[in-house]
């Protein structure tokens, strides 16, 4: 599709509005995959995302663990946030806490409950994405996803600028 054939919601706006209309798009899109993959972890599993999410850190960490601060850096979260998080998961006892020769620096695993339900849902969640990109093309998707690593790399640089410049 060329440029020019782009729905124009921003009332004619000149070329400049490029970069914001690009950002709106993939804050929409962003959005309603977030909003939607949430409503099927709510209605199919009875868990939120952040559960999820932290259920899948934990699992790609495999028997090693994570701290609380290292699973904060992978989530983007704050430590206070995947306290609570880890707090709830160990009472439903899909976690446990490994033991250490640091009481300060708490590190954390599935259990096997926890590897069992975070794989029926990690199932259950592929199936959900591949559903809704399932209109695009392989070859669309494999563009696309060079497009957002490309765009990834840059605001990596961007940001990283305006924070040591």
Known sequence: MSPAALPDRLGGAPDGKRSLRLWLRLLTCSTCIEQTVAQRLRDEFDTTLPRFDMLSALDRAGEAGLTMGEAAGMLMVSNGNITGLA???????????????????????????????????????????????????????????????????SLHVTTHEELNG
């Open 87 to 153: 707090t709830r998961l160990k009472a439903d006892g899909l976690i446990e806490a490994m033991p250490g020769s640091d009481r300060r620096v708490q590190r954390v695993r599935l259990t096997p409950l926890g590897h069992t339900r975070f794989a029926a849902m990690a199932r259950a969640h592929e199936r959900w994405i591949e559903a809704l990109f399932a209109d695009l093309s392989e070859a669309e998707a494999d563009e696309l996803t060079r497009l957002l690593e490309r765009t990834k790399r």
